[in-house]
């Protein structure tokens, strides 16, 4: 397999939350459930929040993204140390010709996943490089390029029209929008935009309502056994989220 496609691949598996090795899905027995349930529920106070469900979530979303990536370690690296220049980077995907703008931009980014700012990425920094989510800093990077180069009104927010600008109609996606705009006011800011970024949305969202729908007696918290009862349900969009980090954690 071409190296390009090769990369693509393993990205394609990495941002869809799989595993490289096993990307098949598994029923979740009852038991197992419970042992993912006590794994987010970080207070230990025997049931889970929003918070700490979408904390979870990210967290083994950016282990796996660290763990798939380092496939490409050993295509990347051309002198074999272990780890990856600047350099490497663009002598793979081609930025290493005259697009100034491209090479600046991919510095900064370089520099953003480069978390021991010792000019190389290692395992653990590559996954950031080239998946926004894996590195905090990479995607408020991302983010803030986007709203700085689309805000055409320059007022720290991105309208519905200033995200889709040069994007035709057909592709415009208003629903995309509106799970982003959590607080309804038309705009997307920063904060807003980070997930937008990261590609989640859809993810976040399937989770608000799995909540919601687990959440039977409202009070914000879900139960080992509301868990259980909710996630066989047909409406549980979230149920491949779960299955992904109970594969992860090998529970």
């Not at 027995?29 to 207070?43: E, F, G, N, Y």
């Not at 035709?168 to 705009?181: G, I, S, Y």
Request: aromatic share 8%; hydrophobic share 35%; proline share 2%.
């Amino acid at each position: 397999m071409p190296f390009r496609k090769t990369v693509f691949v393993l990205l394609l598996l990495a941002v869809s939350g799989f595993s490289v090795a096993d990307a098949d899905e598994k029923e979740l027995s009852p038991r197992v459930l419970q042992k993912l349930h006590a794994k987010i529920d970080a207070d230990v106070n025997g049931k889970v929040s929003l918070d700490e469900l979408m904390t979870f979530f990210q967290d083994t979303r950016k282990s796996s993204i660290a763990k798939d990536l380092k496939y490409m370690i050993a295509e990347l690296d051309s002198d074999k140390d272990g780890k990856i220049s600047l350099n490497e980077v663009r002598q793979s995907d081609g930025a290493d010709g005259d697009d100034e703008s491209k090479k600046a931009w991919e510095e900064r980014k370089f520099k953003a996943a480069d978390g021991n700012g010792d000019g190389l990425l290692d395992e653990s920094e590559l996954g950031g490089f080239y998946v926004a989510e894996g590195n905090d800093k990479v995607l408020e990077l991302s983010a803030q390029q986007t709203l700085d180069e689309k805000d055409s009104d320059k007022d720290g927010f991105l309208s519905f029209d200033e995200l889709n600008a040069n994007i035709p109609k057909e592709d415009q996606r208003p629903e995309e929008f509106e799970l982003v705009d959590k607080d309804g006011n038309g705009k997307i800011d920063l904060k807003e935009l980070l997930v937008w970024e990261s590609g989640q949305f859809y993810a976040h969202a399937n989770i608000e309502k799995f909540m919601r729908l687990a959440d039977t007696n409202g009070d914000q918290h879900v139960t080992v056994e509301e868990l259980q009862a909710a996630h066989g349900k047909g409406e549980n969009h979230a149920k491949k989220h779960f299955e992904q980090m109970a594969e992860h954690n090998e529970l």
